[in-house]
């Protein structure tokens, strides 16, 4: 699987330098090693976006995207995100207790959540305290008790320099505990087996599956009808992504073009549709700090609230004008105060700047007529009705310019608001 293949290889490049650590003969050696250590996390991020736009398994990273929000978690190192992005897309239509576990054990975010500091003689319950709120049960399910039980559990749960699961067991803490009302010897793994027989935790996340893939406002009736089959099948996420997307609601119009696409999908998909090459593949890390979606890097331990929280004033305008830059030339402003920021002003666009290969959209429609290509270009990328005419789209476009018109309708349909919706 060509995924696969980019992603180990951009891991293999990561040892790599942390070997060059190891390595190092002097103590600036080793500085500058470490540097490119922490670097690496950058192309981490780049090279999963271009994966989701071009590799040969979308919808594996559509939902390894949703995972990646869900447990939010900020990386700094590049295997250590590698290996996450590996877990996520491992279990990302497979079990969820399993993908609980993994992410339990990811170096990632055993670092993010302090457990590397979670030991017998002092817990530490930030990662037990997420684990209940954020990723299973959902706030007001548990208690402060039940908290500390939990960070006693995963106790001695830890990674070595490769970022390699290590149980520690002399830090382990295998005294009774009480979880829920239920109580015995456990463990983490235990913990998590308890914690999915509440059907709460079934509820908390089909409600997340629903906001995300169906309707940001939340219909009671199918997020309980969805809770069943996650929880009926022993939480077999891709089932129950079957379920959804055989059901009839689920293509329903008040469900159709209504939630706005994150910064990662718009930028992926438009990668996709153009076919884009950047001249920098720097400009993949630019737009997703410019757009306000960072890989790795989300704004707090709940992830990013999406929907109309991914627009303000500076983000819209860039969104709609996005499309007229690549196809058409036409200037546009971006504002960002990042480390791809260069000094000189106009460095900006030199980092957006792109090849597009458009060459099958023309060919498809070179015969068609004007109302023809509008009407199949709004099939292709328009989810919502659209709330102009065709006459607006078409007005003032050359249509006897066969080579470039499927360009210009192209660019004013992708800046329509209908195209920020899905």
């Not at 650590?21 to 002097?26: F, G, I, L, R, Y």
Request: charged share 25%; net charge positive.
């Amino acid at each position: 699987n060509r995924d696969w293949i980019i992603v180990r290889l951009a891991h293999k490049g990561i040892i790599e330098k942390i070997e060059a650590v190891s390595m190092a003969s002097d103590k600036s050696e080793k500085k500058m090693a470490r540097k490119e250590v922490q670097k690496s996390v950058q192309g981490v991020k780049k090279e999963w976006a271009i994966q989701m736009a071009f590799g040969t398994s979308p919808f594996v990273d559509r939902m390894a995207l949703f995972w990646h929000g869900h447990f939010a978690c900020t990386v700094r190192l590049g295997h250590y995100a590698t290996q996450q992005i590996n877990t996520l897309r491992k279990h990302a239509l497979g079990n969820f207790r399993d993908m609980v576990i993994d992410i339990a054990k990811d170096a990632g975010m055993l670092d993010f959540l302090n457990n590397k500091q979670n030991v017998k003689s002092r817990p530490n319950e930030n990662f037990a305290r997420e684990l209940m709120e954020l990723f299973t049960l959902g706030r007001g399910n548990y208690t402060e008790t039940d908290i500390k039980e939990v960070a006693r559990a995963f106790t001695g749960w830890n990674h070595d320099e490769l970022g390699e699961f290590v149980f520690k067991e002399k830090r382990h803490d295998f005294g009774k505990k009480t979880v829920l009302g239920k109580t015995g010897n456990f463990s983490g793994e235990d913990v998590v087996d308890i914690l999915l027989e509440k059907k709460q935790t079934s509820i908390f996340i089909a409600k997340k599956i629903y906001r995300y893939f169906v309707n940001p406002q939340p219909d009671e009736k199918y997020v309980n009808a969805i809770a069943e089959k996650l929880y009926s099948t022993g939480y077999n996420i891709g089932e129950t992504m079957r379920f959804i997307m055989l059901s009839d609601w689920f293509y329903a119009s008040e469900n159709m073009g209504v939630k706005i696409k994150s910064p990662i999908e718009l930028v992926t998909n438009m990668m996709k549709s153009l076919r884009l090459d950047f001249h920098r593949p720097v400009a993949v890390l630019f737009l997703q700090r410019a757009l306000g979606q960072v890989l790795f890097n989300p704004p707090n331990v709940a992830g990013w609230p999406g929907d109309k929280a991914w627009i303000d004033n500076a983000t819209l305008m860039l969104r709609l004008n996005m499309p007229g830059f690549f196809l058409m030339n036409k200037e546009i402003g971006v504002r960002v105060k990042s480390e791809f920021e260069a000094a000189r002003p106009n460095q900006k666009i030199k980092q957006l700047q792109a090849d597009i290969n458009i060459k099958a959209l023309e060919n498809e429609f070179k015969d068609k007529s004007k109302e023809e290509v509008i009407a199949g270009i709004v099939e292709l990328f328009i989810q919502t009705p659209l709330t102009v005419s065709h006459a607006t789209i078409s007005a003032g476009v050359d249509d006897t310019d066969r080579e470039n018109r499927v360009r210009y309708y192209l660019n004013r349909i992708l800046s329509l608001p209908e195209y920020q919706m899905c």
